[in-house]
T-cell receptor, first 113, second 107 residues
């Protein structure tokens, strides 16, 4: 069974479009995250949710909106996509916020043309 | 600003110990040190974490200096499958990640 799953794995779209990435974890964890990994492999946290509540919201354009319908799901919606949004986006979960090991999904490679 | 620094790349011969250093000079007293690795195109995978004492598990050992400003991840008998990017991180309310060390294990 996949612990943290993301869909889609690849996403190619044009500038200006709106897209969503879905994430689900079946580990019973309370905290979920979205990370962005750029072409230089830097990992940067975007959002953290704990029990469906937003805990961390780093300096991310408000075109990015996370939504957590329940504690097993954290989806990422992106409006008006830009070329600079091209990256790999990872979802992760942990039992408690930041102080326990995080389990990562396989990533979604977003390419904006 | 919190800063975590790692060498960009390292080589190690198969079967030898791989020692990966990390500087986390801005770490505060209650922050843990974490190590993850990322095998090509996969999500990062947790390896080990520690606070003050050295730690060992089935994957690796973690040595943390007494002042806690640096740490070393040790893979005791590196195999080709250990080729990956290794990330050091420390946590406050969120993980502060280093840029990663690309470790290449050579036969």
């Amino acid at each position: 069974d996949t612990a943290v799953s993301q869909t889609p794995k690849y996403l190619v779209t044009q500038m200006g479009n709106d897209k969503s990435i879905k994430c689900e974890q079946n580990l019973g964890h309370d905290t979920m995250y979205w990370y962005k990994q750029d072409s230089k492999k830097f990992l940067k946290i975007m959002f953290s949710y704990n029990n469906k509540e937003l805990i961390i919201n780093e300096t991310v354009p408000n075109r990015f909106s996370p939504k957590s319908p329940d504690k097993a799901h954290l989806n990422l919606h992106i409006n008006s996509l830009e070329l600079g949004d091209s990256a790999v986006y990872f979802c992760a979960s942990s039992q408690l916020q930041a102080t326990y090991e995080q389990y990562f999904g396989p990533g979604t490679r977003l390419t904006v043309t | 600003d919190a800063k975590t620094t790692q060498p960009p790349s390292m080589d190690c011969a198969e079967g030898r110990a791989a020692n990966l250093p990390c500087n986390h000079s801005t770490i505060s007293g209650n922050e843990y040190v974490y190590w993850y690795r990322q095998i090509h195109s996969q999500g990062p995978q947790y390896i080990i974490h520690g606070l003050k004492n050295n730690e060992t598990n089935e994957m690796a050992s973690l040595i943390i200096t007494e002042d806690r400003k640096s740490s070393t991840l040790i893979l005791p008998h590196a195999t080709l499958r250990d080729t990956a990017v290794y990330y050091c991180a420390h946590s406050n309310y969120q993980l502060i990640w280093g840029a990663g060390t690309k470790l290449i294990i050579k036969p």
